[in-house]
């Protein structure tokens, strides 16, 4: 019997309040509970100046659930985290109008990416990690353009200061990637990853 067997259950837990992850989930008909991580982010992307975008994505997932796994240590624990890059600089969640008019004007008419992370943990360790890179060329857009975007969605707490599920889709002229990992959560790795793992959680 492999380590991974040794441990079934009829659930996982997603390492996050975020609810569109949540929502891409549930609609995927996965069995699983929500417990956020008590990770210090931009503490500990303070700490990874070295690593690459990709594995810096990646080391945030499993930080995220390693640290619920060693809470829950029985049962097979989700996290992902989220970068968006446009010339090598992250844009972090912009928290209020003023930074997210900041943050589109400097990706309005460029190419930036949306760089998804998520890691799998049992038991306290990482069984397995993975990035899913997208591409997305922004339109040319005004301020007045901007700002009424903004007013509409308020994407305060979003990676690139857009809702792509919502209005922020039509900002963009061309788009590379799947709509989960824009959205923050790489679903058709992790469907493959739990078929790997020969595991289950669908209802």
């Given at each position: ?77 989700v ?38 992370g ?7 360790r990482?069984?397995w990690s ?12 005004s ?15 979003c ?32 469907m ?12």
């Amino acid at each position: 019997m492999s380590y991974q067997e040794e441990f079934k259950s009829e659930y996982f837990i997603l390492a996050s309040n975020s609810e569109i992850r949540k929502k891409i989930l549930s609609d995927q008909g996965f069995n699983f509970i929500v417990e956020g991580s008590n990770v210090d982010e931009e503490n500990l992307k303070n700490k990874l100046t070295s690593l690459s975008f990709e594995n810096k994505a990646i080391a945030l997932a499993e930080a995220k659930a390693k640290e619920v796994s060693l809470r829950n240590m029985d049962i097979y624990v989700v996290g992902a985290d989220q970068l968006c890059v446009c010339e090598n600089k992250i844009f972090n969640k912009p928290g209020n109008k003023e930074k997210a008019l900041k943050n589109l004007s400097a990706l309005s008419g460029k190419v930036h990416y949306q760089y998804s992370g998520i890691s799998i943990c049992l038991g306290g360790r990482v069984i397995w990690s993975f990035c899913d890179i997208s591409t997305l060329t922004m339109k040319i857009l005004s301020n007045e353009e901007l700002k009424s975007y903004v007013e509409k969605d308020k994407p305060y707490s979003c990676a690139g200061s857009y809702k792509f599920e919502s209005y922020g889709a039509s900002l963009f002229s061309e788009v590379k990637g799947s709509k989960s990992s824009i959205l923050g959560l790489a679903l058709k790795p992790l469907m493959s990853a739990f078929d790997e793992l020969k595991v289950s959680f669908k209802k």
